[in-house]
């Protein structure tokens, strides 16, 4: 492979491999496999097709661009350097995986500007990039005017072998297709090697086959190495192509110019070293030392800053022309966008008396999303293929479809992993969007890798959970969850609420909409069964995340802690206790992450450190329970799987009954 004269766009694109190259060598870390080998397609696709601002990473109207193969991710740091982005400097690019820099190991969309999501687990990319399409067409349809395209842009993603081996690639992909969504077109960096070896040891499925099943118009560049020709003409029939999402498969050969490790699994996801470094740069011809661009490839490069610019400034000349024809539009437009809340928005949310009609709370849920979707356009979402067990359906909102792009209520069909990348993406579109996506508790497992990705990457999402706890009944141990609540609590970042009545579902909602603008995703536990409304209950009180709702004349003797559905056995006992002569508080603790977060004063005007006879009471693991119970304390839960029974049945062979709260806050007071 020994190179002569090289032209401009061979040396961008080398100047894209060596910035790999020597960050990877420099830090000892990282995978330069994928950035040497798509290093031709991110070119072509930098250079030649995305609009965008380098000087302004948020502007609206952007191209979206995914490094689902987010281990590649010097190829990305690379191309915002070389493109003149603010956020990553060549100083940056010499701290790749450094403690503080802004090159992390993988894209964090939080900590690198111009990154849109964060990616790493693989497939995530593909499906988040999903959503930011569902995202583009349902504003796009809301928004624009014939004479009038304020929302137009695409969204690119880079995906691998690996994220194609990943299931959620599939659902994800699967749903894109059915969709029919034109502006999405990924790219599929297909080097046949993952860290095993060849892929033929674990994933000889024809891809292009199985997408085309999904719906996709499928193309194929089978020389991305050196081809940029026909790299181009693909992503032109792509954009050609309006009513399918598009795959095109570009064959490359990892670590492309490695003399004696391209094509091998050892390139994958380690640093050259320096025999191979040096022989890499004598086989493509680099004779620059590390970190090093060459003027011409920069100036070239740069061009990205001038076009971007007047990009930006002819999209705001429409977005003018927009205002003075569309003011009602244009002003609604401008609240999506600044994240900010219409005034008085939460006023439509219910509140209850003791006297209202006991509801389970999945019921309150249902209330609640549509009191929410008649003032906050931005609400959108939908179910697992459980819309009528979630109650998620925004009533007269119509179903988001192909050609239907403008309706809110998105079926995701039995696709939970998906739905929550999904979700992600929506959320991180920077367009203020409130997106949702429900299941059963117990299938946040199946999700949860999305629901993990939403707290790290700050994305509003808002996980809508029925069917809570044993109490859901017949379908029995595989369907209730025991430990759940228990390790999504434990997630960084992420407010999980069980609220007990209509009140505290308001409140609920409250929180969520208002974190979801704050970019930071909430999670909602609700009852198939049905719950009282409770005397002190308040929306005020979810806020804190615990509170007092029954409390006794002076110091009480025992404190009892309930959530969602067993608060009212805590009431019930209570009230019993105290004909009993007994001094008893009642503290609903809906969200242990909210209480966490308020001051000493407050935590301990709630739960006093003199009173140490606590019972905690939840149709769950007691796992977690004695940072609030302390030693002195005991719990009502569950630390074995359920039962198939009526839920009823399962709450009292449980013991979540008065009798039972009370033979333990009993036993506590001796």
């Not at 999209?315 to 539009?329: G, H, R, S």
């Not at 999945?362 to 939908?382: D, F, Q, T, W, Y």
């Not at 505290?504 to 009852?527: P, R, W």
């Not at 005020?540 to 615990?546: I, R, Y």
Request: with cysteine; aromatic share 8%; hydrophobic share 40%.
């Amino acid at each position: 492979m020994a190179v002569a004269t090289q032209s401009l766009e061979e040396i961008c694109i080398n100047s894209i491999r060596f910035l790999a190259v020597d960050a990877i060598e420099k830090s000892k870390s990282g995978h330069p496999g994928l950035p040497m080998g798509a290093a031709p397609m991110a070119f072509v696709l930098w250079d030649r097709f995305m609009r965008y601002n380098p000087k302004n990473p948020k502007w609206f109207n952007r191209d979206r661009f995914v490094l689902s193969a987010g281990h590649g991710c010097m190829l990305q740091y690379a191309m915002l350097y070389l493109t003149g982005y603010d956020s990553v400097t060549i100083e940056d690019i010499k701290q790749f995986r450094q403690w503080g820099s802004r090159t992390p190991g993988h894209p964090e969309n939080f900590e690198t500007a111009g990154v849109e999501v964060t990616t790493g687990p693989l497939g995530q990319g593909i499906a988040n990039a999903v959503g930011l399409a569902m995202a583009e067409a349902h504003l796009a349809a809301k928004f624009n005017k014939p004479d009038a395209k304020i929302v137009d842009h695409y969204t690119y993603v880079i995906l691998g072998d690996g994220c194609n081996m990943e299931g959620i690639s599939g659902e994800a992909a699967s749903l894109a297709g059915h969709y029919g969504l034109g502006k999405l077109i990924a790219l599929y960096d297909d080097n046949h090697i993952s860290i095993d070896g060849s892929t033929d040891v674990a994933f000889t499925e024809d891809v292009s086959k199985r997408f085309e099943a999904y719906g996709w118009h499928v193309l194929h560049v089978e020389d991305g190495n050196t081809d940029l020709a026909a790299i181009s003409k693909a992503v032109e029939a792509a954009k050609a192509v309006t009513d399918k999402p598009t795959m095109i498969k570009v064959t490359t050969t990892i670590g492309y110019g490695a003399p004696n490790k391209q094509n091998t699994a050892g390139i994958h996801g380690a640093a050259l070293g320096g025999d191979e470094t040096a022989l890499t740069r004598k086989n493509l011809g680099w004779e620059h030392e590390p970190f090093v661009i060459p003027q011409d490839a920069l100036n070239h490069t740069r061009k990205a800053v001038e076009r971007g610019a007047a990009y930006e400034s002819e999209w705001n000349k429409t977005f003018t022309d927009y205002q003075a024809k569309y003011p009602a539009e244009s002003a609604e437009f401008e609240r999506f966008v600044s994240g900010k809340l219409p005034d008085g928005w939460n006023k439509v949310l219910p509140t209850y008396t003791p006297a209202d009609s006991a509801l389970p709370t999945r019921k309150h849920s249902e209330n609640c999303l549509n009191k929410l979707a008649a003032v906050l356009p931005e609400l959108i979402g939908g179910s697992a293929d459980l819309t009528h067990s979630n109650l998620t359906e925004l009533k007269g909102f119509g179903d988001f479809q192909k050609g239907q792009y403008q309706n809110r209520n998105i079926h995701f069909g039995v696709r939970e992993h998906a739905m929550g990348a999904i979700c992600n993406g929506m959320a991180l579109h920077a367009s203020g969007l409130i997106p949702y996506g429900a299941t059963f508790l117990i299938f946040t497992d199946y999700m949860r890798a999305a629901i993990r990705l939403a707290a790290l990457s700050q994305a509003g999402s808002i996980w809508v959970m029925t069917h809570d706890s044993i109490g859901q009944g017949e379908d029995g141990p595989t369907h209730q969850p025991i430990e759940t609540l228990a390790s999504l609590r434990a997630i960084p970042d992420l407010t999980v609420i069980r609220p007990a009545d209509g009140n505290e579902c308001s409140g609920a909602y409250t929180v969520a909409v208002e974190k979801s603008k704050a970019q930071a995703s909430t999670l909602l536990a609700f009852t198939r069964q049905n719950v009282p409304n409770l005397a002190g209950t308040s929306i005020e009180g979810v806020k804190k995340g615990a509170y007092t709702v029954v409390d006794s004349q002076g110091t009480p003797d025992l404190i009892l802690i309930g959530t969602g559905s067993e608060l009212s056995l805590c009431v019930t006992a209570a009230e019993k206790l105290t004909a009993e002569g007994k001094k008893v508080r009642v503290v609903s603790m809906p969200s242990t992450n909210l209480f966490d977060a308020q001051d000493a004063a407050y935590k301990e005007s709630v739960l006093p450190k003199a009173v140490t006879k606590r019972l905690s009471v939840e149709a769950a693991s007691s796992f977690g329970w004695h940072k609030y119970i302390g030693t002195d304390g005991d719990t009502v839960s569950i630390d074995t799987f359920g039962a198939s029974a009526p839920g009823g049945t399962c709450m009292e062979k449980f013991g979540f009954t008065v009798d039972n709260v009370l033979a333990k806050a009993k036993a506590l007071l001796g």
